[in-house]
């Protein structure tokens, strides 16, 4: 029984530990959020925008502390970071990338995802794999389980038309209906994810241009979790 309680409180710490980071990640994201708003091209358009990103800043920094000292001393410098660019209104693309630099330290120093998509981890990847081009059971089907990856031939399938398969299901496949057995929401979060699979692979270095050119297009062009946040 001791070791069954101590084993008890080991889990509850990591996932309080876990709950922490993805709380201070989505304080820093919501704090360069409004300072979007209320900066452009370094100059303030909206005063009350800035001042809560300053806010926001401040309460994931109080935040930090509760990741314990290892995981607080890792992440301190790049808040440091981040709140010395809002003050000096720096570059909103150059803040992102810190805020990436950032849920990039917690997740590896802490050895999880911030972002989890529970849902087609658990019902897709075995047969669609991560990247949906084939999971470790799509070789026992026939036909095997659709390329999610497959560009051109889902360039012309929407979002709604991801839904209703997941709905109901492929017929004559080994592909079943998840409407009885998932909420609408995880549903539509499934087709949402699953339809971003086909998207190609960013051709170097356009990221950099595309901030340099338009900053606030990256939010449309950004990966599914930045996107989803937003």
Same mark, same amino acid.
């Given at each position: 029984?001791?070791?069954?309680?101590?084993?008890?409180?080991?889990?509850?710490?990591? &996932?309080?530990?876990?709950?922490?980071?993805?709380?201070?990640a989505d304080i820093a994201?919501?704090?360069?959020?409004?300072?979007?708003?209320?900066?452009?091209?370094?100059?303030?358009?909206? /005063?009350?925008?800035?001042?809560?990103?300053?806010?926001?800043?401040?309460?994931?920094?109080?935040?930090?502390?509760?990741?314990?000292?290892?995981?607080?001393?890792?992440?301190a410098p790049?808040?440091?970071?981040?709140?010395?660019?809002?003050?000096?209104?720096?570059?909103?693309?150059?803040?992102?990338?810190? !805020?990436?630099?950032?849920?990039?330290?917690?997740?590896?120093?802490?050895?999880?995802?911030?972002?989890?998509?529970?849902?087609?981890?658990?019902?897709?990847?075995?047969?669609?794999?991560?990247?949906?081009?084939?999971?470790?059971?799509?070789?026992?089907?026939?036909?095997?389980?659709?390329?999610?990856?497959?560009?051109?031939?889902?360039?012309?399938?929407?979002?709604?038309?991801?839904?209703?398969?997941?709905? /109901?299901?492929?017929?004559? &496949?080994?592909?079943?209906?998840?409407?009885?057995?998932?909420?609408?929401?995880?549903?539509?979060?499934?087709?949402?994810?699953?339809?971003?699979?086909?998207?190609?692979?960013?051709?170097?270095?356009?990221?950099?241009?595309?901030?340099?050119?338009?900053?606030?297009?990256?939010?449309? !062009?950004?990966?599914?979790?930045? &996107?989803?946040?937003?």
């Amino acid at each position: 029984m001791p070791l069954l309680g101590c084993l008890q409180r080991l889990v509850r710490q990591e &996932t309080d530990l876990v709950a922490a980071a993805g709380r201070l990640a989505d304080i820093a994201t919501i704090a360069i959020a409004e300072y979007a708003d209320g900066v452009e091209n370094r100059k303030v358009i909206r /005063v009350e925008e800035l001042n809560e990103a300053r806010l926001f800043l401040e309460q994931a920094r109080r935040a930090a502390a509760q990741l314990g000292p290892e995981a607080g001393a890792l992440v301190a410098p790049i808040l440091a970071r981040l709140q010395k660019g809002v003050n000096d209104l720096g570059g909103e693309s150059e803040l992102r990338e810190q !805020l990436m630099e950032l849920r990039a330290a917690l997740e590896v120093g802490l050895g999880v995802s911030l972002d989890l998509l529970p849902v087609y981890s658990d019902r897709c990847v075995r047969c669609h794999g991560e990247s949906g081009s084939g999971g470790p059971q799509a070789a026992a089907f026939d036909p095997p389980p659709a390329d999610l990856s497959d560009s051109d031939g889902l360039r012309r399938v929407s979002v709604l038309d991801f839904l209703r398969k997941v709905n /109901v299901g492929v017929a004559g &496949t080994a592909m079943p209906g998840f409407a009885e057995s998932l909420a609408a929401e995880d549903r539509w979060a499934v087709a949402l994810y699953a339809a971003t699979l086909r998207l190609p692979s960013p051709t170097p270095g356009a990221r950099d241009l595309l901030a340099a050119q338009c900053a606030r297009c990256l939010l449309v !062009l950004s990966d599914f979790a930045s &996107t989803a946040g937003a």
